[in-house]
């Protein structure tokens, strides 16, 4: 049987249950459940604080998880003691950055201006990390939330946050300075050296379909036949378009996936050629 770590609560929470239940797999229909098991897939899913899911992970208690890159780098020992999990796959949401931000009032508009300051955070490992990586020297603020209001309350210089927006920095009286430190969103983790057992590699397979099928639509349209050369070149597909004939002389049917995102300029441009009856579909699921 398949053990799985799904985030309880968060921001991964809803995005990660979502996207399990796309790839086919029974969820909890309440909060208050702490565990399912899908029959028909041999799964369980443990519903546990974020935060705690790499290390269920690495100590072998569950196969594989779904959390936050940032959560995964915090609880990864720095001294490579012990077992550890690892990043198998990122899940293309819940994307954020680990970045500083002192008070707009200050004169701290730089990192390296934090030299021998006090900064705040909610991880203290990530943060010591890149001092550590910069030879900086700083005193580390632990603190378990609310880490925006520490300038405000006399108790940090400056703050290292897991942002999304920065719209709750902005409000707090803060300025995002210098680059990210750490880019993050939800990932796939498991045991680093294990072994990946068939039920992890279906796991990993439907994830992947699943975040093909968000990203791709499929087009098919009708083309004259002295037009094609032009119109796969705009529709290439994956592995090559589908070019089918017609009942109508000279006509032929094509069919790609194409890029989301670049819907509706590849419908403008085959239109343009010459291209007609141009429909979109949607992927509900995919193996590629």
Not at 7 to 18: D, R
Not at 100 to 114: G, H
Not at 198 to 211: D, E, I, S, T, Y
Request: charged residues 25%; hydrophobic residues 45%.
């Amino acid at each position: 049987m398949l053990r799985v770590a799904v985030p309880n609560k968060g921001v991964l929470s809803e995005p990660a249950q979502t996207m399990l239940a796309e790839s086919g797999y029974r969820q909890r229909r309440s909060l208050k459940d702490l565990a399912v098991y899908d029959p028909e897939n041999d799964t369980e899913f443990f519903y546990l604080r974020p935060r705690d899911i790499a290390i269920y992970v690495a100590a072998g208690t569950l196969d594989v998880g779904i959390t936050g890159r940032d959560m995964l780098l915090e609880t990864t020992p720095t001294d490579g003691a012990g077992a550890v999990a690892a990043e198998v796959m990122p899940l293309g949401f819940g994307r954020s950055s680990f970045r500083f931000a002192s008070p707009a009032d200050s004169a701290i508009d730089e990192v390296a201006q934090l030299e021998g300051k006090r900064i705040a955070t909610a991880y203290p490992g990530l943060l010591q990390r890149f001092l550590d990586s910069t030879g900086m020297k700083a005193e580390v603020v632990k603190l378990d939330g609310a880490v925006e209001t520490a300038c405000r309350l006399g108790v940090a210089d400056a703050v290292c946050d897991v942002v999304e927006t920065g719209t709750t920095l902005r409000a707090a009286g803060l300025r995002i300075i210098g680059e990210p430190v750490l880019s993050s969103e939800a990932v796939l983790v498991r045991r680093e050296g294990a072994d990946e057992i068939p039920a992890v590699a279906q796991l990993r397979r439907r994830l992947q379909g699943v975040l093909v099928a968000r990203r791709y639509v499929m087009l098919d349209y009708d083309c004259p036949n002295d037009l094609l050369a032009r119109a796969t070149a705009i529709t290439p597909g994956l592995e090559g378009p589908t070019v089918s004939p017609l009942h109508t002389p000279g006509w032929s049917a094509v069919r790609a996936m194409v890029g989301k995102d670049d819907t509706n300029r590849v419908m403008d441009d085959l239109y343009e050629l010459g291209a007609r009856a141009i429909l979109v579909t949607s992927i509900a699921a995919s193996r590629i």
